[in-house]
């Protein structure tokens, strides 16, 4: 007899479950952050993407920061070192953010050349041509992030979709700002 004077059943029978009717369709394997293993490692290979194209941009900057002469130097000296210590902080967060994924990060030389959208420069000295190179590599950051974007929509992972939509907003206004010091 249970509490409150209710009689209960023998406990030792075993009760059978009514087995579930299989539909056919699997259940997508998830990682430890709760989405779907393989949209996942599809969203993991484009932030690689990104990263890659991003450390080629950041060195870019670098290149630009450290060469650059003329009448704006002061400026662009300042400009320059403002945007790279920007990608460098995004850079971090991009490969932080494949390991949370539980990808590898791409994390050299060759690999980045290999994988970047943009490609090196080098000997950049005047405004106009460092500028101009810059807005390049942006406007190509913007169209990656745009697509990164979409896979972690189709992923549902919002973190990723957080961390990639933001960065567009923060460098779109960047790329604004360099196309109105440039008169383009």
Do not use: C, W
């Given at each position: 007899m249970g509490a409150g004077g209710v009689i209960l059943g023998d406990m030792s029978k075993k009760t059978k479950s009514p087995k579930k009717r299989s539909t056919?369709?699997?259940?997508?394997?998830?990682?430890?952050?709760?989405?779907?293993?393989?949209k996942a490692a599809s969203l993991t290979d484009g932030l690689n993407g990104l990263l890659a194209t991003y450390q080629v941009h950041y060195q870019n900057l670098r290149g630009c920061h450290w060469?650059?002469?003329?009448?704006?130097?002061?400026?662009?000296h300042a400009k320059f070192e403002e945007l790279y210590t920007k990608a460098q902080t995004?850079?971090?967060?991009?490969?932080?953010?494949?390991?949370?994924?539980?990808?590898?990060?791409?994390?050299?030389?060759?690999?980045?050349?290999?994988?970047?959208?943009?490609?090196?420069?080098?000997?950049?000295?005047?405004?106009?041509e460092t500028v101009a190179c810059v807005m390049a590599d942006m406007g190509t950051l913007i169209a990656l992030q745009r697509g990164v974007l979409r896979l972690?929509?189709?992923?549902?992972?919002?973190?990723?979709?957080?961390?990639?939509?933001?960065?567009?907003?923060?460098?779109e206004k960047d790329l604004w700002m360099l196309r109105a010091y440039s008169g383009k």
């Open positions: 056919g369709a699997r259940k997508p394997a998830m990682n430890s952050v709760g989405l779907d293993a393989a060469n650059i002469t003329g009448p704006t130097f002061f400026e662009l995004f850079i971090d967060e991009l490969a932080e953010r494949i390991l949370t994924l539980e990808g590898r990060p791409l994390h050299t030389y060759s690999a980045y050349l290999k994988a970047s959208e943009v490609k090196e420069q080098r000997d950049l000295t005047g405004a106009k972690a929509e189709d992923a549902g992972d919002e973190a990723t979709a957080t961390l990639v939509g933001d960065n567009i907003t923060v460098m």
